[in-house]
């Protein structure tokens, strides 16, 4: 970040004011047309008021000093006058002031409508690379200097603008001669503006960014003060927010000393004016030049105090206007954000088979499914029948294009087969099941399912015929139904009953308070890890479907709990194709209970044979449990 450039109003800079102006416009023209005309009002009746004091004096206060008996009329119909335009320019300012707040508020809601909405179209890769603090910014920092300059910026601005021009009509007409010195102390006014906004401007926008980074690694340490504790890294975590909140501090102090300074040089530079036209209007009264009355002078002299304060307003302004844009440069980032990309066109439906044994589209769920796959050449439509058939044909892909993760890879997975991927730390094993979801698209080979090649597979399809437990579960605020409701949206109470059973979890949420009513808050930390795997099983049980990914699923159960779960994992398998992905096949407690129990039985087993000597008896035991270990691998594994 180079601090010492100049920051100034880019074509980017006003090409994102003209993007944001059209949020505006699109939905709330004639809103905005109505404060548009509103602020003008306002400005011309603030403008009256001063304006009046000529006339009042000159032609109706002067004339009855000295008077016996003065007539007042005249005064009072001129004030009556005066009174309704000062209540048509409060009526006014009440009304812009409403509408813009109103108008602010619906941009706001259209603009974080859009961020979400177009952000659940962005691929896994963007969330990999921009933190979530970063991201929750644009909701909250960034979001929220839109509505300060909407509701408030753009108004004043407005207001400013208009009173600049309609005094500066006004003091021309009362005095040519007094305007030039006015004019002379604007160029004075507009040189110091310029100077001090240019440097609270640079400082705001720092200011901006710091705020995000800051953002992100509070939200970062918030999610890992577990981590933070057990390593005792408090004092580290706090050097480090100390750096960034020095950072924010000082972008903070620099942005708001040049804008509080703002305020005060211009008010000075304006009793400067006032006292400088006081002395040269008397001069020229004096001397009956100019035509200047005390009428003329009253007003003019009101016009030149006012005069200051909109060049104030629109120096204010601007430092919230460029850090609004600024923000809204992040917003729309987000916005323009590449998609991720689908040209599938295979979906996929409810089938049922005819009496010849032919798949045939249907409306109502039958438990069947298939791909329907329409052909462009002869506009006919073929059927697949939805088994889970799972093939990479020499696949390669990597998540940079100059490190190649997997290398010409090959594997099948028949239908209701089990396929378990077992390595170390980075071999890669998740990164296959990323590209079976197509989180990621391969850089060559290809991948077929069913068949089917799954470039050709629309992604929402492909993923929803897919089910999946990752290690790191996430659990969403609402009940432990709504959340294993998650896998299926449509799942009847009984079906997430069976799915809770059939994971093992509907024992524990028996034991809750509510049972599953019982609401979840903080991803599930009234549970404990064990408990959100489970209802993380149950989800996928829920959605029943016919290829599933294991990613460390029992990572986070004890050995007890996971002979349990197996049995219900055991289950869900069933019928499926499934990928397993794990570190080791079996904990090292249950390898060894496994080992004591099986030599107890093999010793039982060799005892009645009363024949065998000593080594006899510990080959015998070594055998059974290498036969027994032997057939556990392969049911597991298999």
Not at 74 to 96: D, E, N, P, S
Request: net charge positive; charged share 20%.
């Amino acid at each position: 970040m180079n601090k010492n450039k100049k920051p100034k109003m880019t074509k980017n800079d006003l090409k994102t004011a003209k993007r944001l102006m059209k949020y505006v416009t699109e939905k709330y023209k004639f809103q905005f047309i109505l404060v548009f005309f509103c602020i003008l009002i306002s400005a011309v009746a603030t403008t009256a008021v001063s304006l009046s004091l000529r006339y009042l004096l000159d032609d109706f206060i002067l004339p009855l000093v000295g008077q016996k008996t003065p007539d007042f009329a005249g005064l009072y119909k001129a004030l009556t006058v005066l009174g309704v335009i000062f209540l048509a320019g409060v009526i006014a300012t009440f009304i812009y002031t409403r509408m813009m707040v109103y108008i602010g508020q619906g941009v706001l809601k259209r603009v974080r409508d859009d961020m979400f909405e177009h952000m659940q179209t962005l691929p896994i890769r963007y969330f990999d690379q921009n933190t979530n603090g970063s991201i929750m910014s644009l909701y909250t920092n960034d979001t929220d200097t839109l509505r300060q300059m909407i509701s408030q910026a753009i108004p004043q601005a407005l207001m400013a603008l208009f009173t600049i021009v309609v005094t500066f009509i006004s003091m021309l007409v009362l005095s040519p001669l007094l305007t030039i010195l006015a004019v002379l102390i604007i160029f004075v006014m507009l040189a110091v503006t310029g100077r001090i906004g240019a440097k609270s401007g640079k400082y705001f926008v720092h200011q901006q960014m710091s705020l995000a980074d800051v953002t992100g690694f509070v939200e970062e340490r918030m999610n890992g003060q577990r981590v933070v504790k057990v390593f005792n890294h408090e004092a580290k975590s706090k050097e480090e927010f100390d750096q960034l909140n020095e950072v924010l501090f000082e972008s903070a102090s620099q942005a708001n000393k040049y804008g509080n300074m703002m305020g005060p040089v211009i008010g000075n530079i304006g009793n400067l004016q006032f006292v400088l036209t006081a002395v040269l209007g008397g001069i020229l009264s004096v001397a009956g030049i100019g035509g200047i009355t005390l009428g003329v002078m009253a007003s003019y002299l009101q016009f030149t105090k006012s005069f200051t304060q909109p060049f104030m307003q629109v120096a204010q302004q601007f430092n919230s206007i460029v850090m609004a844009l600024a923000g809204a440069e992040r917003i729309f980032n987000l916005i323009d954000e590449k998609p991720e990309e689908d040209e599938g066109y295979v979906t996929l439906v409810n089938a049922r088979k005819d009496e010849n044994g032919n798949i045939v589209e249907c409306k109502e769920r039958t438990g069947m499914w298939a791909w329907k796959h329409p052909h462009s050449a002869d506009g006919s439509v073929s059927y697949t029948e939805l088994k889970g058939d799972v093939r990479f044909e020499d696949v390669t892909f990597g998540y940079n294009e100059d490190k190649t993760i997997l290398h010409d890879i090959s594997l099948y997975a028949k239908p209701g087969q089990k396929l378990a991927f077992v390595g170390s730390t980075g071999a890669g094993k998740t990164t296959i099941t990323n590209l079976i979801n197509r989180f990621y698209d391969i850089q060559e080979g290809k991948i077929r399912y069913d068949g089917i090649n799954i470039t050709k597979i629309k992604k929402d399809d492909l993923r929803h015929s897919l089910g999946i437990v990752l290690q790191d579960t996430h659990l969403f605020t609402g009940t432990i139904r709504d959340n294993i409701r998650y896998g299926k949206l449509d799942a009847t109470d009984e079906e997430i009953y069976a799915a809770a059973k059939l994971a093992h979890a509907d024992q524990f949420i028996q034991m809750l308070p509510k049972g599953y009513d019982t609401m979840l808050s903080g991803d599930g930390e009234e549970l404990s890890q064990g408990q959100r795997q489970l209802l993380s099983i149950a989800r996928a049980a829920v959605a029943d479907p016919p290829v599933l990914i294991l990613d460390e699923a029992t990572s986070s159960i004890d050995t007890r709990t996971e002979s349990i779960v197996q049995k219900g994992m055991d289950n869900l398998m069933k019928g499926r194709t499934v990928f397993v992905i794990a570190h080791r096949l079996l904990r090292f407690e249950t390898v060894m209970r496994l080992l004591f129990w099986n030599m107890a039985r093999s010793l039982r087993e060799v005892t009645t044979k009363t024949s065998l000597n000593r080594k006899e008896l510990i080959i015998s035991c070594i055998l059974v449990n290498w036969n027994f270990h032997k057939k556990y691998y392969r049911d597991r594994i298999s």
